[in-house]
């Protein structure tokens, strides 16, 4: 092998400018900011649909806030997992890391269940009752597409955090592969407490 | 990949993140007016999410340029509400 192309294989490819440890990490900060404005199209969407309805329900009566709130304090708490993970790689303790990632995943997991609890009463009881039904009401509408396209969120990022988990478990992936799933489990826990805030409080 | 900052304070985060969210739902339950109410809301939301984005995805040790392209989406709402509020009679 010439000099060359040993300096070739050795060198890294040009180191971009914004996050100088790894492409990757651009990448994924591009994506959210892509799909933040997803979310933000939503959530204005609803707010001025909201505002130009005569009869919008109030949200914190017709939803109640106690499973939410409860599920905001999960997602935050995973989000704190999901930080440990990152620090116990970065210290090389794999079993720590294996445990908080573990307990990431649990809580996506259990917030998604929650989440369909949830829906189903609502589907099946509560909003009928109240009269703010899927073919009756935008509020229904606008409601289950933006927890919705937050849940999806959510599926994704529980199969990603296991995927992650998998091929660090076996060595492929490192502490590098594992901010970067962190910064997308970070900003679906943003974005929950945003939806939670402008659906279900305000 | 090693990073030079020191790690933040994450539980203190996380003991800000829960404090904030209480109040939050305290908030809505207040004999103040609807309009108030809804400042106060909009307020705490955006705290704990800068929070996040700061500490939890490390916004705050990264170059200022990144914390540009983060900021770009509500460059966005605020465009989306200008352009729409005119087509909306309440």
Same mark, same amino acid.
């Given at each position: ?42 959530? #204005? ?118 995927? #992650? ?12 592969? #594992? ?24 | ?90």
């Amino acid at each position: 092998m010439s000099e060359a192309a040993v300096m070739h294989v050795s060198a890294e490819p040009a180191e971009t400018p914004l996050t100088p440890e790894s492409w990757g990490k651009l990448g994924m900060w591009l994506f959210l900011a892509g799909d933040a404005m997803s979310f933000g199209g939503l959530i #204005v969407g609803y707010g001025l649909l909201r505002h130009a309805s005569a009869n919008w329900p109030v949200p914190s009566a017709v939803l109640g806030i106690n499973l939410t709130a409860f599920m905001t304090f999960l997602l935050i708490v995973s989000s704190v997992t999901m930080v440990q993970a990152l620090s116990a790689i970065k210290r090389g303790d794999m079993p720590g890391f294996k445990k908080f990632l573990w307990l990431t995943i649990l809580g996506g997991a259990g917030f998604l269940g929650l989440q369909a609890y949830e829906w189903t009463h609502l589907i099946g009881h509560t909003l009928p009752e109240a009269g703010f039904s899927f073919s009756t009401h935008l509020f229904a509408t606008t409601f289950f597409v933006l927890t919705g396209f937050h849940g999806m969120h959510v599926t994704g990022g529980v199969i990603y955090n296991s995927c #992650v988990l998998a091929a660090c478990s076996r060595g492929r992936y490192g502490a590098k592969h #594992v901010e970067i799933a962190g910064l997308y489990w970070h900003f679906v826990d943003l974005v929950w407490i945003l939806i939670f805030t402008f659906v279900y409080l305000i | 990949m090693a990073t030079t900052h020191a790690e933040p304070n994450y539980m203190g985060v996380f003991w800000w993140l829960l404090a904030l969210t209480i109040i939050e739902i305290a908030v809505i339950y207040m004999p103040i007016a609807k309009l108030i109410i809804v400042i106060l809301l909009v307020g705490l939301a955006l705290t704990k999410a800068t929070l996040v984005a700061l500490y939890f995805m490390h916004l705050k040790f990264e170059r200022a340029t990144l914390g540009w392209i983060a900021v770009t989406p509500l460059l966005l709402c605020l465009f989306l509400i200008l352009m729409l509020s005119p087509d909306i009679h309440p």
